[in-house]
């Protein structure tokens, strides 16, 4: 079942479902060394035009891990080279492409000419990778996603996008949690599982709490009320979960103190991006 794989709200729920219990299978199979063999002979381009380390690494290491081979393709979207082009030369050599770039717009245009599937491993826009890991966390710690509570604390940008698009198809309410004038209000997001609140008192209730960095042009002392701490944190049910998306600033979006709650399980939930990214690839390549 070959597909592309670039925003969480073009896919079915029981697409998504599946691939957030069968990172289960994955997590336990990693932990014992005894991953599938799945992506044998499959041979996977890796494109990373843009900054960051944590996803592009996981789907190095997963590709190489399930039996495949993954090749950093040094290739820049938007630049001299037509994207119809670039699409054609990569279908020669490769099964899959993933993708981190910064507009969403030269991805899709990407998958549009290119007959191998292509992986959204971030975008300016969205991070459907990192919100399909989080909720594969959140399944693992809390046995189930339906109906899960998510506060976002964050402003409109892509992990935030993500989370909005998780909430068009599956059964989760999202809540974002942020100045006004940060508000995601994209009429082809918004859904009736999401909504935004400017009070921080929003986060009460919330199985899970996500954030993410603050705007480069807000003022420290705009912001400072939204910064997730300790005393925030007790305030949730003891077996609610903590997941701020690296990389953090603490003193800004979090303060040290919530950093070591015993809440924040970034670091365990951040092994999960393995474990999904691993489940996409397999349901993706495996014997098409």
Known sequence: ?????????????????????????????????????????????????????????????????????????????????????????????????????????????MAAAARAPVVNA??????????LGDLAFARHARGRIDGIRVAVVAPDANILRSWVEAARVLPIDVVQVCPARWHVRDPDLLGPRFHASADMAAVAGADLVVTDCWPGDAAASEMAPFRVTAAVLSRLDPGALFVPCPPV????????????????????????????????????????
């Open 122 to 131: 971030r975008t300016r826009s969205n991070h459907p990778c990192e919100t």
């Open 249 to 288: 600033t603490r003193g800004e979006e979090v303060s040290e103190d919530a950093m070591a709650d015993p809440r924040c399980r970034v670091v365990e939930a951040k092994s999960f991006l393995l474990h999904a990214q691993n489940a996409l690839l397999e349901r993706i390549l495996a014997g098409s």
């Open 1 to 109: 079942m070959t597909f592309d794989f670039l925003a969480l709200h073009d896919h079915p729920a029981e697409l998504l479902a599946s691939l957030v219990e069968r990172a289960q299978d994955m997590a336990r199979m990693w932990s014992a060394r005894r991953l599938p063999d799945a992506l044998r002979d499959r041979r996977v381009a890796l494109v990373v035009d843009d900054g960051g380390w944590r996803n592009t690494t996981a789907f190095d290491l997963g590709i190489q891990a399930m039996g495949g081979t993954c090749v950093l393709a040094p290739i820049t979207l938007g630049g001299r080279e037509a994207i119809g082009d670039l699409a054609a030369y990569v279908d020669n050599w490769f099964d899959a492409i993933v993708v981190r770039t910064p507009e969403l717009a030269r991805l899709r245009a």
